[in-house]
């Protein structure tokens, strides 16, 4: 329930931005590139420039989780692979514990 609530408010702010971004910035602008030249609302401009910037940061940061997550498990992986060998050490020299 408390994701939904976060979601939500997320969603609320996104919309907000929007509202905030858009009312003011209602002037055409031209943009020029290679291949021809594009107009557009300053608004919708500043809006996808909004947009990709939160959407490659979220895709940054997904990533870096990702790797870290890798990271993680091999390490516990080596970590329960370090204490089987400790235990089968202790066993083979008779005692239990150190």
Do not use: C
């Not at 590139?33 to 557009?40: L, Q």
């Not at 910037?53 to 370090?82: E, V």
Request: net charge positive; aromatic share 10%; charged share 10%.
């Amino acid at each position: 329930m408390i994701h939904l609530l976060a979601w939500v408010i997320v969603l609320l702010i996104l919309l907000s931005v929007t509202v905030i971004f858009t009312l003011p910035n209602l002037h055409v602008v031209t943009i020029y590139y290679y291949a021809g030249s594009m107009e557009i609302q300053l608004a919708t401009l500043l809006l996808i420039t909004l947009y990709l910037g939160l959407f490659l940061g979220m895709l940054l940061t997904l990533m870096w989780a990702w790797r870290l997550r890798r990271s993680n498990r091999k390490l516990q992986q080596m970590q329960r692979q370090t204490t089987r060998e400790m235990q089968a050490l202790l066993h083979y020299t008779g005692r239990d514990t150190l």
